[in-house]
């Protein structure tokens, strides 16, 4: 809890004097400046105007004190406080409540404030309320993002007759958005009146005329692994002294300036709109929640944040497979390359290539080659990769792998051949090959060691055979 600094209502009226009221209510006029009743239980907040107590049953409400004559309205004037909605149907609205339904209610500003280049904020009201210490008592909280609620001051009890408070703390100065509720909570004791207040106002004070509004960029998202020039646009008003420096400050990825990243400056003495010229490094992580703001160095001031989010993208990761698989064909033979990870591709070199556009193109290289494709995704972003294919001869798989010194017989064979050699070791694996690479045939240790080529077309073949763990080629003519 943070430390509540109370003031005697003649010293606060002359400290003051000298601020400006950012936010005031006396209740007399219908409006949507609070927001009420989003707890639990039958006590509840209200504005109206009724003061008098009645009995019922032997069940007597007392009448609410009446405001000092001053106030906006007059004594009966119309003020917020907790009522009980079940004894307000039968008996009183004023300020009472029931000690037999327990409650928890706020009264919560419906609009934010700002305090942005002012301090000593302050919070001024009167209030009534009698309940009972720590089970039935009020007290006030604050949010500077409309969500974390922290307590400023003590709770209030004990009070029975109207009394001015005053509430401030250094939490509430130059706070972009600053919200104040008004808290109720009942157990099973206490007596009225409940918690009840009117001629609220916020006022500050004005630290100096330099208030920056940092505005975003034309763009808000960008690629990772590129330096990435924008500029940042700011309006600067009120006066800067000789020397002074506007700085582009870059946030961490979630939008927390805790240790900003300098991304630009601009030396200037003029206010009005402006813009820095920003650089943002390559090395910079992906991420969805990155803010700019602009600070100034004479005065010393922080500007806000520009209110949107800058996103940093990863880049695609571009995979390259092949069909066949491993990337090597023979001469004559054809390719396809298939690439994912991005939605868009274009592809290079063009020359052994059927298409460059696409996920998947045809490569037909006679020689062996390099085939590169950058992928460019959703987002715009775009990065690269390469496959090499390499091609083999089919000359020297005829002349340059026959290590075994075998020989096909009868070599042009129209019906069947023979695989003639010096050793007796046996065959373990035939395969016949087109001109083009293609399997048309294969044996598996195969007894006897007759190959049947009838049933193949007229041409050049070439047959691998492996004896242990070499692999012969040879070349096979079949008329």
């Known amino acids: 809890m943070r ?110 404030i700002s305090t942005v280049g002012m301090n000593n904020i302050n919070l001024n009201f009167w209030y009534l309320c009698a309940g009972d210490p720590s089970i039935s008592y009020g007290f006030v909280e ?4 409309g969500s974390t609620w922290s307590q400023i001051g003590s709770e209030l009890s004990g009070v029975s007759t109207w009394t001015q408070v005053n509430l401030t703390d250094i939490a509430l100065d130059n706070q972009a958005t600053l919200k104040f509720r008004l808290h109720w909570i009942n157990g099973a004791s206490g007596v009225d009146p409940a918690f009840s207040v009117d001629e609220l106002k916020i006022t500050g004070v004005e630290v100096n005329q330099a208030v920056i509004t940092t505005n975003s960029p034309s763009f808000l998202s960008a690629c990772n692994g590129v330096d990435i020039n924008l500029a940042i646009p700011f309006s ?56 700019f703001r602009v600070t100034s160095s004479s005065p010393a001031a922080i500007g806000s944040d520009n209110g949107l989010d800058f996103v940093i993208h990863s880049l695609p990761f571009i995979v390259v497979t092949s069909d066949p698989a491993g990337g090597t064909i023979n001469q004559g033979q054809t390719i396809i390359l298939s690439a994912s990870g991005a939605s868009e591709y274009l592809w290079s070199p063009s020359s052994i290539l059927s298409s460059t556009v696409g996920a998947s193109v045809v490569a037909s290289p006679s020689v ?75 044996y598996d240790k195969p007894k006897p060691e007759m190959f049947f080529v009838d049933d193949l077309s007229s041409g050049e073949y070439f047959v691998f055979v492996k004896i242990g763990t070499i692999t012969s080629a040879l070349k096979l003519i079949v008329p």
């Open 3 to 112: 430390k509540l600094l109370l003031f005697l209502s003649v010293a606060s009226a002359m400290s003051l004097n000298s601020q400006t009221i950012l936010f005031q209510d006396n209740f007399e006029t219908s409006n949507n400046s609070w927001t009420l009743n989003n707890g639990s239980g039958d006590n509840q907040w209200i504005i109206n105007n009724v003061y008098a107590g009645d009995a019922f049953g032997g069940l007597i409400i007392v009448p609410t004190p009446n405001q000092p004559a001053s106030f906006t309205g007059g004594s009966n004037s119309n003020y917020l406080h907790i009522f009980s909605q079940p004894i307000c149907g039968v008996i009183a609205c004023n300020a009472n409540f029931d000690t037999g339904s327990p409650s928890d209610q706020s009264a919560t500003m419906t609009n934010a």
């Open 142 to 145: 604050y949010s500077t993002d």
């Open 236 to 291: 600067a008003m009120g006066s800067y002294g000789s020397g002074n420096l506007f700085t582009a400050e870059l946030s961490n990825s979630s939008g927390s300036f805790a240790s900003p990243t300098i991304i630009g400056t601009l030396a200037s003495e003029m206010n009005g709109n402006q813009v820095i010229d920003a650089l943002i490094p390559a090395g910079t992580p992906v991420g969805n929640g990155y803010r």
């Open 368 to 442: 062996s080659s390099i085939v590169s494709v950058v992928g460019t995704d959703q987002n715009g972003c775009s990065s690269s990769s390469v496959f090499n294919i390499t091609v083999n001869s089919t000359a020297a798989i005829a002349e340059e792998k026959n290590i075994l010194n075998l020989l096909i017989y009868p070599n042009p064979a129209a019906e069947y051949f023979e695989v003639l050699r010096s050793s007796s070791d046996p065959i373990d694996r035939l395969i016949i090959k087109d001109n083009k690479g293609k399997k048309v045939k294969s």
